[in-house]
Nanobody
């Protein structure tokens, strides 16, 4: 399975960006996909996840109300709409996938840089 993330960039505080993550390499869907992020000199942190079958989403408190995750089953793609961006959202964003609700994230994308200027 390959995950291809894209959509990062430089945006001013209060602006918006949309990230996407496409998976390929097999015909079956993963159980769920998630976004994580890692800022310079900080631990990687969880952002949001979505189940592929029912589109149930779980957000980190830091992004609730500002970020929206979605998936397009026909395109095998997950999206992250990020609104009201803050400088503290600056990080490399990674998409990941796992095959069950308790499995580790086996598959990771290459990361896409999001930079929010103040």
């Amino acid at each position: 399975v390959q995950l291809q993330a894209c959509g990062g960039g430089l945006v001013q505080a209060g602006g918006s960006l949309t990230l996407s993550c496409a998976f390929s390499g097999r015909t079956s869907y993963p159980y769920g996909m998630s976004w994580f992020r890692q800022a310079p000199e900080k631990e990687r942190e969880y952002v949001v996840s979505i189940t592929w079958s029912g589109a149930r989403a779980t957000y980190a408190d830091s992004v609730k109300g500002r970020f929206t995750i979605s998936r397009d089953r026909a395109k095998n793609t997950m999206f992250l709409q990020m609104n009201s961006l803050k400088p503290e959202d600056t990080a490399v964003y990674y998409c990941a996938a796992r095959d069950t609700s308790v499995a580790s994230y086996n598959y990771w994308g290459q990361g896409t840089q999001v930079t929010v200027s103040s």
